[in-house]
């Protein structure tokens, strides 16, 4: 890629997406050992997916093809399909200082041998993606979900409920019907209500529907909380309900 305005443009976009993926991988890296928190994992890989995206559109092959790389691990992780070890962790620190010497290279014109790091980030993404698998257990199988309801849930909310399980914690159906003037802001003031007590999962159109002049949404919520303590927290503004049995955490 030639240099000027275009490239300018491209090294300003890139370096905050970096920003923001070195920022989020930090958080990571400070709770080694920990559950890594759903809204870290997914704005790391929203960065990849961004970078690899920008990367591909102004030419610079080998940095879309390592956040390509990276982006398959990255939601194979959201995804609970590999675990975030010690050895993927480092990796994928590894991996973010091989896209910023690439982009550092980009900018200079020169030649550092970024790119010879950075193929060997990539193999090392495929091998440690192909080398973890699964658990064949899943909870949501013991969680007497309906087939129907379970059938809404994408891949990831799926995950996230077999998350809250395996913790041991309860998943509720709180349903809500709102006005439709102004459904948003009381739907953003529920989820407000639940979120110090939980994770919100996911929130779809109530299987009951509201009347006319209403809109009413199911909101899939994993809590150790009390069916008490959650109807307390949204008082009169909505109903809970039990959706899946709680399964024991091994």
Do not use: C
Request: aromatic letters at 4%; charged letters at 30%.
């Amino acid at each position: 890629m030639a240099g000027g305005p275009m490239l300018d443009e491209f090294a300003g976009e890139a370096s905050e997406i970096l920003e923001t993926w070195a920022k989020e991988l930090y958080e990571l890296d400070t709770r080694r050992g920990q559950d890594p928190e759903p809204d870290r994992l997914n704005a790391v890989f929203r960065a990849a997916h961004s970078l690899k995206g920008l990367s591909a559109m102004f030419g610079q092959d080998r940095m879309a093809t390592l956040a390509h790389h990276a982006e398959d691990v990255l939601d194979a992780l959201r995804l609970g399909k590999v675990a975030l070890s010690d050895p993927l962790l480092d990796t994928l620190v590894e991996t973010l200082d091989a896209l910023q010497a690439l982009l550092a290279e980009a900018v200079s014109g020169s030649s550092s041998g970024a790119a010879a790091k950075a193929d060997v980030m990539a193999q090392k993404l495929e091998r440690l993606l192909k080398g973890d698998t699964k658990p064949p257990e899943d909870p949501l199988d013991a969680a007497g979900i309906d087939a129907k309801v379970r059938a809404v849930f994408t891949e990831y909310e799926e995950h996230r409920l077999r998350e809250n399980l395996k913790r041991g914690q309860g998943l509720w159906k709180v349903r809500a019907a709102f006005s439709l003037e102004d459904f948003d802001t009381r739907l953003a003031e529920l989820n407000g209500l639940l979120k110090p007590l939980g994770e919100v999962i996911s929130t779809l159109p109530s299987s009951q529907p509201g009347d006319d002049e209403s809109i009413a949404f199911d909101l899939i919520f994993g809590s150790s909380k009390s069916m008490d303590e959650i109807v307390r927290a949204v008082g009169t503004r909505a109903t809970v309900d039990v959706l899946a049995k709680r399964v024991a955490s091994s």
